[in-house]
T-cell receptor, first 109, second 117 residues
Framework: GQNIDQPTEMTATEGAIVQINCTYQ??????LFWYQQHAGEAPTFLSY??LDGLEEKGRFSSFLSRSKGYSYLLLKELQMKDSASYLC??????????WGAGTKLIIKP | EAGVVQSPRYKIIEKKQPVAFWCNPI?????LYWYLQNLGQGPELLIR????????ESQLPKDQFSAERLKGVDSTLKIQPGELGDSAVYLC???????????????FGEGSRLTVL
């Protein structure tokens, strides 16, 4: 079966750095995505990795290791507005998105 | 540019009643998705359209759910009859291009929150 695992909840302090991990087992791989979802709102696209390595975009970075079936989202200089759920999704061999359950990130002052 | 528009935002129905949700995707987006999302879970695909053709409806419970996308633009998702377990947020999303050109970025609507009493 296809499976994506990420922690259910994480807590971090404003101004700090947090790393949200995602491991996956899918039938084929055509890219990994991170989405942000604030409570009661729709998911919004954050990043896309298809090759191994780190992709940096401002305060957010995403890393991929295809051989390990592993990715992480790194958030720097945390702000209160970063409190949200972060969803990991993998595009499988049929080009379908397989979604994780999301990691709820709580930022404390 | 207008985003994906969904209505209604909230709907409360009694068990066994029908309900319908409407979605208007971003102009020019050929691919339209309906997802179901329960609290604390990721989205679950119900149906995917390429233009007016349903290309993936394997997860759509056809004894209760139906969908259509007339003229390859707007779409409606219907539930009849509504059951207690159908309480969830129904998300519509769109993306440009077909399967082979799928970049992965989906543009979601605000969602329709259904409560079945």
């Amino acid at each position: 079966g296809q499976n994506i695992d990420q922690p259910t909840e994480m807590t971090a302090t404003e101004g700090a750095i947090v790393q949200i991990n995602c491991t996956y087992q899918t039938s084929g791989f055509n890219g990994l995505f991170w989405y942000q979802q604030h409570a009661g709102e729709a998911p919004t696209f954050l990043s896309y990795n298809v090759l191994d390595g780190l992709e940096e975009k401002g305060r957010f970075s995403s890393f991929l290791s295809r051989s390990k079936g592993y990715s992480y989202l790194l958030l720097k200089e945390l702000q209160m507005k970063d409190s949200a759920s972060y969803l990991c999704a993998v595009k499988d061999s049929n080009y379908q998105l397989i979604w994780g359950a999301g990691t709820k990130l709580i930022i404390k002052p | 540019e207008a985003g994906v528009v969904q209505s209604p935002r909230y709907k409360i129905i009694e068990k066994k009643q029908p309900v319908a949700f409407w979605c208007n995707p971003i102009s020019g987006h050929n691919t339209l998705y309906w997802y179901l999302q329960n609290l604390g879970q990721g989205p679950e695909l119900l149906i995917r359209y390429e233009n007016e053709e349903a290309v993936d409806e394997s997860q759509l419970p056809k004894d209760q759910f139906s969908a259509e996308r007339l003229k390859g633009v707007d779409s409606t998702l219907k539930i009849q009859p509504g059951e207690l377990g159908d309480s969830a947020v129904y998300l519509c999303a769109s993306s440009p291009g077909g399967t082979g050109r799928f970049t992965g970025e989906l543009f979601f609507g605000e969602g329709s929150r259904l409560t079945v009493l």
